[in-house]
């Protein structure tokens, strides 16, 4: 079994809509959950993070972690078109990262 | 811009050849981490370094591949006698502290094996 499992994709949604992009991960003492975002032939770039479970709001994105299942998600609100890239969930421990495979979207206009 | 530089942005090289790539950390950072995505893949682990040291390597190839991160100057990824499933995009990121949750990636090189 992977660390973590992301739900592949690709994803594509009208402007305006929410998007739910999630991962589930094996191992029950991880405690950072993080969200990236990459953009075609870029670096990832660090969008936010969760620390044990709960949400965390940050304008139109919303990460949320449930411990109980191992689940997490990253919610984008009002989506827009410069919302289109892959979007990487990723655990850090003891410095090294495990990131899932990523999901792409597309928000059309 | 403070962010995370790496150099060659691009390179292409001949099976055989040797590849060196470039990575210089945000002002303040002394940790330095190297992921590879393969194409259509996901990002990948290879090694965790500070300076003067490595400190996990286990994602690294046992062959050809190596790193350092000296006292001075940039650290090197150093792949040596390419072949053409060598290539990939090279992230480098840093974060200020030990073992970093939070690292900040570079724009990442690419290189092609022909």
């Known amino acids: 079994q992977k660390e973590v499992e992301q739900d592949p994709g690709p994803l594509s949604v009208p402007e305006g809509a929410i998007v739910s992009l999630n991962c589930t991960y094996s191992?029950?003492?991880?405690?950072?959950f993080m969200w990236y975002r990459q953009y075609s032939r870029k670096g990832p770039e660090l969008l936010m993070y969760?620390?044990?479970?709960g949400n965390k709001e940050d304008g139109r994105f919303t990460a949320q972690v449930d411990k109980s299942s191992k689940y997490i998600s990253l919610f984008i609100r009002d989506s827009q078109p410069s919302d289109s890239a892959t979007y990487l969930c990723?655990?850090?421990?003891?410095?090294?990262?495990?990131f899932g495979d990523g999901t792409t979207l597309t928000v059309k206009p | 811009n403070a962010g995370v530089m790496q150099n060659p942005r691009h390179l292409v090289r001949r099976r055989g050849q040797e590849a060196r790539l470039r990575c210089s950390p945000m002002?303040?950072?002394?940790?330095v981490y190297w992921y590879r995505q393969l194409p259509e893949e996901g990002l990948k682990f290879m090694v965790y370094?500070?300076?003067?040291?490595?400190?996990?390597e286990s994602g690294m190839p046992k062959e050809r591949f190596s790193a350092e991160f000296p006292k001075e100057g940039p650290s090197i990824l150093r792949i040596q006698q390419v072949v053409r499933g060598d290539s990939a995009a090279y992230f480098c990121?840093?974060?200020?502290?030990?073992?970093?949750?939070?690292?900040?990636f570079g724009e990442g090189s690419w290189l092609t094996v022909v």
């Open positions: 990121a840093s974060s200020p502290t030990d073992y970093g949750n939070t690292i900040y």
């Open positions: 191992n029950s003492a991880f405690q950072y």
């Open positions: 969760t620390y044990s479970s």
């Open positions: 990723a655990i850090p421990n003891a410095g090294k990262s495990t």
């Open positions: 002002k303040g950072h002394s940790h």
């Open positions: 370094l500070q300076k003067e040291n490595i400190i996990d």
